[in-house]
């Protein structure tokens, strides 16, 4: 069976460092997905969002298109919004943290995080994945 055959939708596994003891988090990305890098929003700011992935292979494209993954049901709406990664660098030898600023100001997925932000008092991360954007040259 061929990568693009597969039943099941792929998943992505990596250890989140939290204070004294790392975190097991599984990213499952839907189907037409499975090259998109699995990741999960830890961090939220005005002025963009931070994302841990695994380490391999690294973020280094410029512009992603994030897709917030919010269920497995496909009723579920998917909140999308344009990002330029800012910064990458090494939590650990499996996981790196990246930096992203939002293209676009109020994108559904910025907005879905400021409401969902406001009202969480325990940790919460939303699963995501990031689609590699090619951006047109001049």
């Known amino acids: 069976m061929s990568i693009d055959q597969r039943r099941f939708p792929r998943v992505e596994f990596f250890l989140v460092p939290e204070e004294h003891e790392e ?3 599984w990213v499952i990305k839907p189907e037409g997905l499975a090259e998109a890098r699995g990741g999960v929003v830890v961090n939220l700011s005005e002025a963009g969002l931070q994302i841990l992935a695994a380490a391999e292979p690294p973020l280094d494209a410029q512009h992603y298109e994030l897709r917030l993954l919010l269920g497995e049901d496909e009723g579920v709406p998917l909140f ?7 910064w990458t660098r090494p939590l650990s030898r499996i996981v790196q943290l990246g930096g992203f600023e939002f293209e676009t100001a109020n994108s559904q997925a910025e907005e879905f995080l400021l ?8 940790r919460k991360w939303v699963r995501c994945v990031l689609v590699e954007r090619m951006t047109a040259l001049a």
Do not use: G
């Open 23 to 25: 975190l097991p988090v």
């Open 80 to 86: 999308s919004a344009d990002v330029r990664r800012v």
């Open 115 to 122: 409401a969902q932000t406001a009202h969480v008092t325990a």
